[in-house]
């Protein structure tokens, strides 16, 4: 991979869509990283990306990004089941990978793109925004401090309200849609980061007419007895909150809590003190930054959010989605 000028890391965008829009609204906040190319399969898309953000390459292909020897890193932002092959592209062509959770669509996907970059030296990481937020750091020390006693329980949930259309990416099949793979991800990430892969997993929920997972709720039954409640929906909207509770009292992460800024601690005696920690801009800068520290101290992976913790999670988004008739499969032809 060609040395960057300056140290910054030069990224290209696969997949100018939403998401990857709000990404280069917050790009300005980021620091040693440059948006150096965007592509899609479309040209035009590429191109208004572009212009909006004055990226100064567009592309109407991603295996141009790709190739592309002034590139450095790849922001992966398309649909899920396109994100195994792009990353075994990027990782063949020695670029480091910020992946789009989830990070694939099945978990035979996941092991091969982790075999892959492992197996390159590069870096890569899911891209789970949630884990560097400041109200998170802030909540995962409160817990490691010891100030809520044992976490026991947690309870969290992410859902919204979208028109139904089948050719919507969020209900097709072929675009990996559904609520679990899309905010479940959510929910049950914090779940396992918080507590662990669980012993038992129980999902009820219904199917969208296209068969997709519309909604869902999912139960993590530990053998010690702590467990975790956890919804998700693309039919209707949920609160977004998350309740951790532990023995001394419990910490609430107000709406939603997926990039939340504000934590309620409750200790035994119901007494609740509050606790604001804003993100800048909508706070994607917090990941960007972990990518740009581990590259620059040599890691090919984060500490924070490991590939390890990728699979395991990759495995139970597909143990639910499985639970209720739903499997996914990974789109080869992308490229």
Known sequence: MSDSAGGS???GVLGPGNIAHSVARDFPLVDGGVLAAVGSRSLDR??????????PKAYGSYREVIEDPEVDALYIATPHPQHLELGLAGAAAGKHLLVEKAFTATVPGAEELIRAVRSAGVFCMEAMWTRFQPIWVETRQLLADGVIGELRQVRA???VAVDFDPQHRLFDPAQGGGAILDVGIYPISLAHWLLGTPDEVRVTGAQTSTGVDGEAA???GYDDGRAALLQASVNFPLPGGALLVGTEGSIEV???????STLLLRNRDGDVTERHLPSPGVGYVHEFDEVHRCVAAGLTESPVMPLDDSLSVQRLLNQACEALGVRHQEDRSVL
């Open 254 to 260: 107000l709406p939603r809590f997926h990039h939340g």
């Open 157 to 159: 949930e992410l859902g």
């Open 46 to 55: 590429a191109q208004a990306y572009a212009d909006e953000f004055s990226v």
């Open 9 to 11: 890391l030069r990224w």
């Open 218 to 220: 999912v139960l993590f």
